[in-house]
Nanobody, 124 residues
Framework: QVQLVESGGGLVQPGGSLRLSCATSGFTLDYYAIGWFRQAPGKDREGVSC????????YYAESVKGRFTISRDNAKSTVYLQMNGLKPEDTGVYYCAADGNLRVGITADKYEYWGQGTQVSVSS
């Protein structure tokens, strides 16, 4: 069955960096949309970045453009989110999600499979 396991979260000071990993199993990365989402306390889950197109072009939310980079290693079935220049407003639980519709986009409630999440806290 499809499984997604996130890791790499933690506490970091503003301006710092973290790299999140999402280890996947049960499906082939090339044929699924896969993305990163986050949820801050009291807020809705929002899309951060995803691969959701046939040509592999990544999508980024405006709030993270130029700071975050999504990548994937198909041989390791793992997707990464490199986060640089972290800000306090980046704090939240970060989730990895996948869907069999390669063009599902970045809307959270359209994704079928979810990991358990990893906490990212940005604070001085």
């Amino acid at each position: 069955q499809v499984q997604l396991v996130e890791s790499g979260g933690g506490l970091v000071q503003p301006g710092g960096s973290l790299r999140l990993s999402c280890a996947t199993s049960g499906f082939t990365l090339d044929y699924y949309a896969i993305g990163w989402f986050r949820q801050a306390p009291g807020k809705d889950r929002e899309g951060v970045s995803c691969f959701s197109s046939s040509d592999g072009t990544p999508y980024y939310a405006e709030s993270v453009k130029g700071r975050f980079t999504i990548s994937r290693d198909n041989a390791k079935s793992t997707v990464y989110l490199q986060m640089n220049g972290l800000k306090p407003e980046d704090t939240g639980v970060y989730y990895c999600a996948a869907d069999g519709n390669l063009r599902v986009g970045i809307t959270a409630d359209k994704y079928e499979y979810w990991g358990q999440g990893t906490q990212v806290s940005v604070s001085s």
